[in-house]
């Protein structure tokens, strides 16, 4: 095919060039038509305001996909044809741009964008910040329930959907019962109950780890060393990293437990402790003994090292004043049953 001259496109040649080629052919040229036969038309379409508004200049509207037809496999080939036009993922915002919103509704009734990003090798995005209020939850739940056949979702469902962001926007918002019973599922008080502790122990568990994290914040001002980071090694776990005056990494995972095994299952079921210099377990509970202690840090691996809030302390030399103290005492004493003996957390 002859090559065009500079600035040959516009809207009214690429009109022109269109109407030739469905003189042609009877319909408007598909993607994969235009890349075998017409490179530089397919470049020009989309440099000038996409396929959706030719096909209305041309009189060709888009035809209604029916019932069933969206799978995994039709939306996947329509973001192949975009992305092989455009050599980038398109967003919602393209896609509604050019006609295609569709498409869109389909890729939120089959997981989502991140779901078909990480299924065509791209990286999965962050919601933006303030992307998820009650209403953007509520409203992405609703395509996921009724695509599983109007099924409540469980964690797990979410999870294998690669649903994790609304996961934890469900968390962070009110937990997996008021979401229930936003989108019209009942509830049995056992249910709620549960829910409860669940929350209860995850605000305990974030709590500690931030009186962990001021301490050691604090520490590393004073002995002018770098500044701790959080979540830099391990993304998906609540875990503090930081790196010590003599270079060593050190990763420190602050545990509520009241067991001996929950705390030994800290490097016995995982294995970041082997990507460190050295791991604190750092615990904060008044039901392990100081003999316990010792049997665990005897029992650990070499650069494990088992610490109570008190000992991570002194092996800081960070002096507690009475404020932090008392609120140590009171997170190491208090359960979801005994939480109203204390201030609220």
């Given at each position: 095919?002859?090559?065009?001259?500079?600035?040959?496109?516009?809207?009214?040649?690429?009109?022109?060039?269109?109407?030739?080629?469905?003189?042609?052919?009877?319909?408007?040229?598909?993607?994969?038509?235009?890349?075998?036969?017409?490179?530089?038309l397919?470049?020009?379409?989309?440099?000038?305001?996409g396929?959706?508004k030719?096909q209305?200049?041309?009189?060709?509207?888009?035809?209604?996909k029916?019932?069933?037809?969206?799978?995994?496999e039709?939306i996947l080939n329509?973001?192949?044809?975009?992305i092989?036009?455009?050599?980038?993922?398109?967003t919602h915002?393209y896609?509604?741009?050019?006609?295609?919103k569709?498409?869109?509704?389909?890729?939120c009734?089959?997981?989502?964008?991140n779901r078909?990003?990480?299924?065509?090798?791209?990286?999965?995005?962050?919601?933006?910040?303030?992307y998820?209020?009650?209403d953007?939850?509520?409203?992405?739940?609703k395509?996921?329930i009724?695509?599983n056949?109007?099924?409540?979702?469980?964690?797990?469902?979410?999870?294998?959907?690669?649903?994790i962001?609304?996961?934890?926007?469900i968390t962070?918002?009110?937990?997996?019962?008021w979401?229930?019973e936003?989108?019209g599922f009942?509830?049995?008080e056992?249910n709620?109950?549960m829910?409860?502790i669940k929350?209860?122990?995850?605000?305990?568990g974030?709590?500690?780890?931030?009186?962990v994290?001021?301490?050691l914040?604090?520490y590393?001002?004073i002995?002018?060393?770098?500044?701790p980071?959080?979540?830099?090694?391990?993304p998906?776990?609540?875990?503090?990293?930081?790196?010590?005056?003599?270079?060593?990494n050190?990763?420190?995972d602050?545990?509520?437990t009241?067991t001996?095994n929950?705390?030994r299952?800290?490097?016995?079921?995982?294995?970041y402790h082997?990507?460190l210099?050295?791991?604190?377990?750092?615990?904060?509970s008044d039901?392990?003994?100081?003999?316990?202690?010792?049997?665990?840090n005897?029992?650990s691996?070499?650069?494990?090292?088992i610490?109570?809030i008190?000992?991570?302390?002194?092996?800081?030399?960070y002096?507690?004043?009475?404020?932090?103290?008392n609120?140590?005492?009171?997170?190491?004493s208090?359960?979801?049953?005994?939480?109203?003996?204390y201030?609220?957390?």
């Open positions: 095919m002859t090559k065009k001259p500079r600035n040959y496109w516009s809207t009214e040649t690429i009109v022109n060039e269109l109407l030739s080629i469905i003189s042609i052919i009877n319909k408007f040229p598909i993607t994969s038509y235009l890349r075998k036969n017409n490179m530089s397919m470049n020009a379409i989309s440099k000038h305001g396929v959706f030719f209305r200049l041309v009189g060709c509207i888009p035809e209604y029916q019932k069933g037809y969206w799978t995994d039709t329509e973001l192949n044809d975009i092989n036009n455009t050599n980038n993922f398109p915002e896609l509604e741009s050019i006609g295609k569709d498409i869109v509704h389909a890729i009734n089959h997981g989502g964008i078909f990003r990480k299924i065509m090798k791209y990286d999965v995005l962050k919601a933006t910040n303030g998820w209020t009650e953007s939850i509520i409203f992405d739940l395509d996921i009724k695509n056949n109007n099924v409540f979702p469980t964690v797990e469902y979410l999870k294998d959907i690669d649903r962001d609304i996961v934890s926007a962070n918002y009110g937990g997996m019962i979401a229930r936003k989108c009942s509830v049995t056992y709620r109950y829910s409860d929350s209860y122990i995850n605000k305990r974030k709590n500690t780890e931030d009186i994290f001021n301490i914040s604090k590393c001002s002995k002018d060393i770098n500044a980071i959080k979540n830099r090694m391990f998906n776990k609540k875990r503090i990293e930081f790196v010590c005056e003599n270079n060593k050190i990763g420190i602050v545990t509520n009241r001996i929950n705390i299952r800290k490097w016995t079921k995982c294995n082997k990507y210099d050295e791991l604190w377990i750092v615990v904060v039901s392990i003994s100081s003999n316990e202690y010792k049997e665990l005897i029992n691996p070499d650069n494990v090292y610490y109570s008190e000992e991570f302390c002194n092996e800081l030399q002096d507690l004043d009475d404020v932090m103290e609120k140590i005492k009171r997170y190491k208090c359960t979801f049953h005994t939480r109203n003996q201030r609220k957390d």
